[in-house]
Structure formats: structure tokens, C-alpha cells
């Protein structure tokens, strides 16, 4: 994979509980592209994951929330898992790290039950999504249309529904991503 996303800093914001094959996976393609991804979480020290109906690996926290700071991060990364993001959408603080991507209009990229923390950031209104389909109800009531796809992209926001889709949800984010990079060194170029 050729490095597209090199010097792009990539937060990924999870709790207890996020489904571990939806953050491993697209971290370790962040990475293979060229991207530094920090594991972001309310929780210092290091958090579990949630595999296969029980609890799974502990994955390391690089930065932890109270000391994050979003302008430091060029697009943000939302694992599912029931659990994860039922507890973020709760987390004031949580919700308002991932309103400042979506009002900077940095790129987002959200998986199964990832969208929940999305719609308390106001993030989806009037922007095609998918999800796991038991959010289906949740997103069309913030306003989103909601699709039964793979991966959509909608504005800078990449949603897909499961750890099924992971392959093409890593390519979009990639692609997204990478588009970000090129707006952004085009806009330094100009500056």
C-alpha cells in the first residue's frame, strides 16, 4: 500500500467496550498508509474490546481524553461495538472532541453502532449513512438518511455497517482521508 496519508495524525476515540475488529483493523491500514493513529478514551491507561460476544483484547490509550485536544488531529476514527458508544454519546466531553472535527469539516469515519456519538455531536443531518440496522430509527430521527450499503460517504463522513465491511470501509476512509491531505497541503500551499 503505497503511503498516501503520510504526516496524517489520526484520532481514534473509544471506550470499554468497542468492537475490537473495528478498531484494529482500520488502525493497522491508517498505519500501512502512512498515518500516525492515537487511541483517544476517557479511560487512562488502556481500554478493552469487546470480540466475538465476550471481552477481548486490552488495547493501550496513547492520549487520553482530558488532555486531547482535536485541532491536534486531522480526522477521527469511531469504532462500534455496542458498548464503546453508548458510553461516549454520554461523555460530554466525548461528544463535543467529535463535534469539532465535524464543524472543522475534518473527515470522520464511523462503523456499526460508531454513529450514535455522531448524532449527539449533530453531525448527520441530511447526510446518507448506514449503520448496524438496529440504529437505523436513531439516525433518521437526527435527520440522516439512512442506507443499507457497505460504505457510504457523505461529505467527509464514511459510515459502514459491520466487521463484515471492514475491507471496503478501509479503502473509502483511506480515500477520504487522503483527500483531506490533499485539500489541506493545497490550502498550506496557498496560505
Known sequence: MTNHLTGMRVAALVEHGFEQSELLEPRKALEEAGAHVDVVSPVEGGVKSWHRGTWGEEVTVDQPLAQAHAEDYDALLLPGGLFNPDRLRMNEKAVQ??????ISNRPVAAI???PWTLIEADALRDRRVTSWPSLKTDLRNAGAIWV???VIEDR???????PGDIPAFNQKMIEVFADAMKMKGARQTTA
Open 97 to 102: 472532541f467529535v463535534k469539532a472535527f465535524t
Open 112 to 114: 456499526c453502532h460508531g
Open 148 to 150: 443499507d450499503g457497505e
Open 156 to 162: 467527509g463522513i464514511v459510515t459502514s455497517r459491520n
